[in-house]
């Protein structure tokens, strides 16, 4: 084993949107030394990295940074933080511009004005979005940049950061880097439950498969304080090909419609976890399958959208030509996803103040880690990265590192010969990966029954996930690559308890199908309009109960 030590000024974990551009911004405003870890590579890692059409977060001609605060507040029935809504939507239009100044295409019309999609997008040639930024980063002289590099634990004592725990996937190498400050940047949690396609195709899925919500299991295991896991995020799909929706719902006006050609998604709600709720409703009810209708649009519109899910999902341009049928032949039938945790489109995540800091000194969050601030997409994250960067800038000027105790690298070391020295248990990863996946399709709301839940469904949950956590520790990896899998499956067994217990803990159901309590089905404002958290103590989750913070109120922390 290769043990190699690194020192730097701040340590970004994660080179996805949100790393790349917290980079950037500290190389614009300082001469900070800046090391990145990515997992896979920088050029194509991460929510962006096929690309994408459109750019979902912007203040269009007419608006203002609140009324995305408002549009944001009412999709999640209120439980959001408004202060990092406000100050993450104050950025979008800045970001956007300098995005395009670096090489993105944003389409305009014949006055040279941005072409907008509603009145919170712009359409874009996004496919090569991730290039454009990860070359921009390779760019720069401060800052290090190592790939196929996984972190999979924080070092934090007396509650400040001191560094991170990781591996080389290819380099067989052991890596402890010492930082004074560390921004997290990882992605959010897929795998948790059985997807859509399970077995073989078990990694077809919305979110990116290889983001195994590591950023939230290291700050779990650390102590820090992290927010609304319960509010889960299902995808509205169209059927096989899990290709977004939203092209087809915004592009070109398609309503939902079930069998019988009824239009249903006013009956339910407007809000994303409705539309979701909507669908399995008319499913549930025998008036299945549900689509949404394209039948009848111009060739123009045809054109326009097979052009515009080659740059994000191909595979449902290939499926609208392998069928001979254009999108204005037939209607895109639609499904939901299993449940993922991201903070980019609901609010889970850590526990964060305006400057982005999460509860443990020096530990500063950004993108899908970061919770409160839902619908953020992709210039939310970039928008969050810099105001991050600028907050770590600030906290560098007033603090000095701290080297990680022998104590704790050496049970770090230990706990990686363990795995790749000693024998296996009775079961490989891939078939605890399976088991977890089951429990929590079973008994903690997945597709197999139809997201719905009971408390007493939990304590089984839960129960059979400590039991996996266990048999975890029986895994061997034959190398660094298997090493990297049993890492993930036990991020993701901690992100699950998790979620397990957050949803145990709101006793109510406010948003449908997201959260769907069948022992509290109703909405409770008068006792539930409060944030749900928690934070691990002694190896046990402990959940806090906050006041929402109110519009015009912000919430800074007190260490």
């Known amino acids: ?109 014949e006055n040279g004005k941005y072409v907008a999609r509603g009145n919170r997008n712009l359409k874009i040639n996004g496919e090569n979005m991730k290039p454009i930024l990860a070359k921009a980063v390779e760019a720069l002289p401060q800052v290090t940049i190592k790939n196929h590099v996984n972190i999979t634990d924080f070092f934090v004592k007396n509650n400040r950061i001191q560094g991170a725990f990781g591996f ?30 399970p ?52 592009g070109v006006g398609a309503k939902q419609v079930n069998s019988l050609g009824e ?19 008319e499913n549930l009810a025998g008036r299945g399958p549900c689509y949404l209708r394209t039948e009848g649009i111009t060739p123009e519109q045809d054109d326009s959208l097979m052009k515009a899910y080659l740059n994000m ?44 800091a999460t509860t443990i000194t020096g530990l500063f969050a950004a993108g899908d880690v970061a919770g409160g601030c839902p619908q953020k997409y992709v210039t939310g994250a970039l928008a969050e990265s810099e105001i991050a960067a600028e907050s770590v800038l600030e906290f560098l000027q007033n603090h000095t590192p701290t080297a990680p105790d022998t104590e704790a690298v050496q049970a770090h070391i230990a706990e990686v010969e363990h795995f ?15 088991a977890m996946q089951t429990v929590m399709d079973t008994y903690a709301g997945g597709i197999g029954t139809n997201y719905r839940f009971h408390e007493k469904e939990l304590d089984i949950a839960d129960e059979k996930i400590v039991r996996l956590m266990e048999l975890s520790d029986q895994l061997h990896a034959a190398d660094y690559q298997e090493l990297m899998y049993i890492y993930e499956l036990r991020e993701r067994l901690v992100v699950c308890r998790s979620v397990i217990a957050h949803l ?44 929402l913070v109110e519009e015009g109120q912000n919430y800074e922390h007190c260490h």
């Open 1 to 109: 084993m290769k043990i190699e030590r690194c020192k730097t000024d701040v340590l970004i974990i994660g080179g996805g949107t949100a790393g790349c551009y917290a980079a950037l911004t500290i190389a614009e405003k300082s001469d900070a030394k800046v090391l990145i870890c990515e997992k896979a590579h920088i050029k194509r890692s991460g929510c962006l990295a096929a690309g994408v059409n459109a750019l979902n977060a912007y203040i269009t001609e007419g608006r203002k940074p609140q009324d995305y605060v408002d549009y944001a507040r009412k999709d999640a029935d209120g439980i959001v933080r408004g202060d990092l809504l406000l100050t993450m939507s104050e950025r979008l239009n800045k970001v956007t511009a300098h995005m395009e100044q670096l090489g993105l295409v944003i389409l305009k019309d």
């Open 168 to 197: 080389g996937i290819n380099d067989d190498t052991v890596y402890l880097i010492e930082a004074n400050a560390v921004i997290i940047a990882t992605g959010g949690a897929a795998g948790l439950y059985k997807p859509n396609h």
């Open 199 to 250: 077995g073989f195709s078990r990694h077809k899925m919305w979110y990116p498969p290889f983001n195994t919500g590591a950023g939230y299991a290291m700050g779990i295991r650390a102590g820090a304080e992290m927010t609304t896991f319960e509010m889960r995020f299902i995808a509205l799909r169209c059927k096989d090909t899990i290709a977004p929706t939203g092209t087809l719902a915004q």
């Open 263 to 281: 239009v249903y998604e006013t009956k339910y709600g407007l809000t994303t976890s409705e539309r979701v709720y909507g669908t399995v409703s």
């Open 313 to 356: 999902a191909p595979s449902q341009t290939l499926k609208w030509i392998e069928s001979g049928k254009r999108p204005s032949q037939q209607n895109v039938e639609i499904e939901g996803t299993e449940p993922y945790i991201v903070g980019g489109h609901t609010a889970s995540g850590y526990w964060v103040d305006t400057k982005r």
């Open 420 to 434: 790749l020295k000693d024998n296996g248990g009775l079961f490989d990863t891939e078939q605890l990966e399976d």
């Open 504 to 547: 145990k803990a709101r006793k109510e159901t406010r948003w449908h199908s997201f959260a769907e309590n069948l022992d509290h089905p109703e909405k409770d404002d008068l006792h539930w309009r409060r944030y749900v958290n928690s934070r691990m103590r002694d190896g046990k989750l402990e959940i806090v109960f906050r006041e």
